[in-house]
């Protein structure tokens, strides 16, 4: 239902990229959204995730991740995430919140999309606290300028715990009243719409959610030439 027209270098429409280490990356001024990706893309896909997930992982891994990573790097869309830690207190552990207090030190050298790659694709499994440290330390040796003093410290000693907070309750509050507890993960806003639920099945669907992004694109495209 929606990906883009063109894109190229012409005034106006988004870039293209070689690989995942040149994509644009920040932090939003709500201070928990993160950004990969041109921000003149017309198509913004806002993820919700808990990176002990076994379902985001699928996405990720053998889903539309792989598709929305292709269509970041074409220019097509951008993707914004939203970081979840609720399996922690779920499955009991701390994993998540490490995890993504790591990401945001990432985040801090320009890595943030890298890692978050090797973070799942090498998951552990959800029953098993396995993302201590030692372990976030070793995959960030995976990354290419990522591991240094700043970081290492940053990773051991917790140093964006409060990101890791206000990152939990802005997933909550994603959930509206209907999901006080927040809409679940992986979860996936395209453009403002969330998929809904019961549609999630198009998240493990490469192919059908490349044809919903470029439907969207097409869409805002055309939306944009009558204003």
Known sequence: MFALAACGQQDGLAGTYRS??????????????????DPRALVTVH???????????????????????????????????????????????????????????????GKFAEYHEVLYANQP???????????????????????GPEFDDA?????????????????????GPAEPEGPGTPTAVVNGTPIPAEYNGILMDGAAFTELLESVGRATLWEADRT
């Open 125 to 147: 499994e959800e029953v098993v606290d396995g993302y201590t440290d030692a372990f976030l330390l070793e995959l960030a040796g995976q990354v290419e300028g990522l591991r």
């Open 20 to 37: 995942v280490e040149e994509l644009p990356e920040e932090l939003g001024r709500d201070g928990t959204t993160v950004t990969v990706g």
């Open 47 to 109: 993820l919700y995730e808990d990176l002990r997930c076994p379902v985001c992982e699928e996405f990720e891994i053998s889903g539309a991740g792989p598709d929305l990573r292709e269509a970041t790097l074409e220019g097509t869309a951008k993707t914004q995430y939203t970081l979840a830690s609720f399996l922690d207190d779920r499955v009991g552990g701390s994993g998540s919140k490490k995890a993504v207090n790591a990401l945001r030190a990432a985040l801090e050298e």
């Open 155 to 175: 990773v051991r000693t917790m140093k964006y715990r409060g990101f890791v907070t206000a990152s939990q309750k802005a997933y909550e509050m994603a959930g």
